[in-house]
T-cell receptor
Framework: NAGVTQTPKFQVLKTGQSMTLQCAQDMNHEYMSWYRQDPGMGLRLIHYSVGAGITDQGEVPNGYNVSRSTTEDFPLRLLSAAPSQTSVYFC??????????FGEGSWLTVV | RKEVEQDPGPFNVPEGATVAFNCTYSNSASQSFFWYRQDCRKEPKLLMSVYSSGNEDGRFTAQLNRASQYISLLIRDSKLSDSATYLCVVNPGTASKLTFGTGTRLQVML
């Protein structure tokens, strides 16, 4: 009953470092996405995928890359971390009835 | 105007109180609506979908007013465990266009 699993839960990066947030789902959902949540701004879409091999940009894609080689996995890469990327990141899938299933979140601090 | 707007609160209410939140949306073509609950330092979780005729789940009632473009959530007999942030989510038809409100914080007190 894993649902959406994302790692790591907490990470501190130095400016300029790169890292990958992992996301895996076991619900066979075609749609997967990454959001960031900042105080007073709600959840904003970074990138999304409608199936293996297909990705597209969301509202705030700059500084992030994604790939979708399998239905299960949708990693998010920070290419060169900046303090503005300090945020909480959620991976999410969408299932029947447009219900959204979120991972537990990744708290990222860039210093 | 933001696509989805919510009063951020906090709403501080005593146990047993009835509290209502509203959420307004700007896209009249929006097709589906949801309320999510988010506890501190946790992920949002589905509380309930909002149907055109209104719907109830125990102490929670959701309403949709398409003419005025808002949805509401009513919580009766508030419990301490209802303390959380409630997010309004609007779907104009495609998952990539899902729009989230910034959330309304509820604090239920003894």
């Amino acid at each position: 009953n894993a649902g959406v699993t994302q790692t790591p839960k907490f990470q501190v990066l130095k400016t300029g470092q790169s890292m990958t947030l992992q996301c895996a789902q076991d619900m066979n959902h075609e749609y997967m996405s990454w959001y960031r949540q900042d105080p007073g701004m709600g959840l904003r879409l970074i990138h999304y995928s409608v199936g293996a091999g297909i990705t597209d940009q969301g509202e705030v894609p700059n500084g992030y890359n994604v790939s979708r080689s399998t239905t299960e996995d949708f990693p998010l890469r920070l290419l060169s971390a900046a303090p503005s990327q300090t945020s909480v990141y959620f991976c999410a899938t969408v299932g029947l009835g447009n219900t959204i299933y979120f991972g537990e979140g990744s708290w990222l601090t860039v210093v | 105007r933001k696509e989805v707007e919510q009063d951020p609160g906090p709403f501080n209410v005593p146990e047993g109180a009835t509290v209502a939140f509203n959420c307004t949306y700007s896209n009249s073509a929006s097709q589906s609506f949801f309320w999510y609950r988010q506890d501190c330092r946790k992920e949002p979780k589905l509380l309930m979908s909002v149907y055109s005729s209104g719907n109830e789940d125990g102490r929670f009632t959701a309403q949709l007013n398409r003419a005025s473009q808002y949805i509401s959530l009513l919580i009766r007999d508030s419990k301490l465990s209802d303390s959380a942030t409630y997010l309004c989510v609007v779907n104009p038809g495609t998952a990539s266009k899902l729009t989230f409100g910034t959330g309304t914080r509820l604090q239920v007190m003894l």
